[in-house]
């Protein structure tokens, strides 16, 4: 069967896909969670949001661009230290209340606004469902391969009801102390009991997803772009990574 997806019927959509995955031998596509499946930067956004204006509003300095400033430059140097661990922004909020001489009033409620990042309900990214649902249909496996905590991972599963297309014991958590790795990738990958020739990866960071995976073997990488992210994860992807704005574009990319 030759492609034109404008002509191609979702029977033969599937076929081709399969038929695709079988010559290539790609027996697992495994998933990014944090915005490739559900949109969490902005969940980060929104509430770093709250704790500048919190701390403008009710500290002893009130430009709201100093706390931005001092939060963001803290926060980057923490990450690279101890990864996402969400306990960062405690330590964020210590160095800020030692340079700052916060009260502990002021310290507590600063915390307190951090850790709704972790309690805010998450909704699949669109075209997200359509994209896992298509590859499920076709027979596929998927898996997923997350740096978040167990706990708040489990929640973003049962808030999306991921159980639908992702069986609990198919994502693969990678320390939240470190970073993902190339050995983070080789390990996700022989946990599903496969080798690199045989996954397909798909995940919106040059940096944890898309750049690792390659070096261990990854032959086909999708990468989820969007112009927001995070500055840290930004780097060049080799040429034969497919970008892809949204999950249910992955069909229109082999």
């Known amino acids: 069967m030759s492609k034109d997806n404008n002509r191609l019927s979702s029977v033969e959509s599937k076929i081709y896909f399969n038929e695709w995955c079988k010559r290539e031998g790609i027996q697992r596509f495994l998933f990014d ?17 709250q704790a500048f204006d919190f701390l403008a509003t009710n500290a002893p300095i009130n430009s709201r661009d100093v706390w931005k400033e001092d939060v963001e430059t803290i926060n ?10 969400s306990k960062r922004w405690n330590f964020v909020v210590d160095e800020l209340a030692e340079k700052h001489l916060l009260s502990d009033q002021l310290i507590s409620e600063t915390k307190r606004i951090f850790q709704l990042i972790y309690t805010t309900p998450l909704s699949m990214m669109e075209g997200a469902e359509e994209g896992l649902q298509f590859i499920k249909k076709v027979g596929v496996q998927i898996g997923i391969v ?12 049962n808030w999306l009801d991921l159980e639908r297309f992702v069986n609990r014991n198919d994502i693969f958590i990678v320390d939240e102390n470190g970073h993902k790795t190339s050995e983070s990738w080789l390990q996700a990958i022989q946990y599903f009991g496969l080798n690199s020739k045989q996954c397909a990866v798909v995940g919106d960071s040059p940096r944890s997803d898309i750049n690792p995976a390659m070096e261990v073997g990854v032959k086909h990488c999708f990468l989820v772009e969007d112009p927001n992210q995070w500055s840290v994860h930004n780097q060049p992807v080799h040429e034969s990574v497919k970008k892809i704005s949204s999950l249910k574009q992955i069909v229109d990319m082999i």
């Open 33 to 49: 969670l944090d915005d490739t499946i559900c949109p969490t930067r902005q969940v980060f956004r929104d509430v770093m949001a």
């Open 76 to 85: 980057n140097r923490l990450f690279e230290k101890i990864g996402v661990n």
């Open 146 to 157: 997350t740096h978040a905590g167990r706990e708040w991972t489990m929640n973003k599963y």
